[in-house]
């Protein structure tokens, strides 16, 4: 399995990113998928799931309105729309999937939102 996230940048409050993560090593449209994000001196917490065909979505309580996540499954890839960006969503955010009963992570993509 092998999760390569991509996408982010150092962006002002207000401002949209679209994250990517191009998933491989598995079948990934038989898979539900998730982002999570790690604050600095944090621990890492869900931020959004999509279920294998993309008819369940669910993002947490604090970015709802704000996050999308969507996936391709042709393209292998998942996303994270982000809109309208505050300060407390700087962390490196990671996609996720549960493969043969593991966890498995990218190694994470930067988003920094700063005044």
């Known amino acids: 399995v092998q999760l390569v996230e991509s996408g982010g940048g150092l962006v002002q409050p207000g401002a949209s990113l679209r994250l990517s993560c191009a998933a491989s090593?598995?079948?990934?449209?038989?898979?539900?998928m998730r982002w999570y994000r790690q604050a600095p001196g944090k621990d890492r917490v869900w931020v959004a799931s999509?279920?294998?065909?993309?008819?369940?979505?669910n993002v947490a309580p604090d970015v709802v309105g704000r996050f999308t996540i969507s996936r391709e499954n042709p393209k292998n890839r998942l996303y994270l729309q982000m809109n309208n960006l505050r300060p407390e969503d700087t962390a490196a955010y990671y996609c996720?999937?549960?493969?043969?009963?593991?966890?498995?992570w990218g190694q994470g993509t930067q988003v920094t939102v700063f005044s």
């Open positions: 999509i279920n294998e065909d993309s008819t369940l979505t």
């Open positions: 090593g598995f079948r990934f449209s038989e898979y539900a």
């Open positions: 996720s999937v549960t493969y043969d009963d593991n966890y498995c």
